[in-house]
């Protein structure tokens, strides 16, 4: 993922057990919050960085109290299946949707997936891409 925070631009790969991303609060106000979770983390939320759509209308995520929220990214990167990056762009208002999850004090958040709605994509499955009023 690619994103501004106080003018700065920050690059981020979920593989960093340091990686944030940006969460739109209300008031269009930025907070960055810890992106998933890996197996060398501590902590008892979900392993990974995604979360599928169809597995949140499914109530998987239900005891993880979700939220949904707006990721304020400029641009995110995909992989293909010869390891060749390939970044695409999003266009002012767009926003990725992601979904905090929390258990106990624990709280990060995860890249909401979809099945991708347009030839481009390089994989089965596809960050949600909505747009929203600033």
Request: proline share 7%; aromatic share 10%; hydrophobic share 35%.
């Amino acid at each position: 993922m690619h994103y501004l925070h106080e003018g700065q631009e920050r690059r981020v790969y979920f593989p960093n057990p340091s990686a944030t991303l940006p969460v739109r609060t209300r008031g269009a106000r930025i907070q960055l919050l810890p992106w998933g979770r890996r197996r060398e983390q501590a902590g008892r939320l979900p392993l990974g960085g995604w979360a599928r759509l169809d597995s949140i209308y499914g109530e998987r995520w239900d005891r993880f109290s979700p939220k949904p929220v707006l990721l304020a990214v400029n641009r995110f990167m995909e992989k293909d299946h010869v390891g060749a990056r390939h970044w695409y762009d999003l266009t002012r208002g767009q926003y990725i949707q992601g979904l905090v999850a929390r258990l106990g004090s624990e709280r990060r958040v995860y890249v909401v997936t979809i099945a991708p709605e347009h030839e481009d994509a390089v994989h089965e499955r596809w960050p949600r891409i909505v747009s929203a009023v600033r």
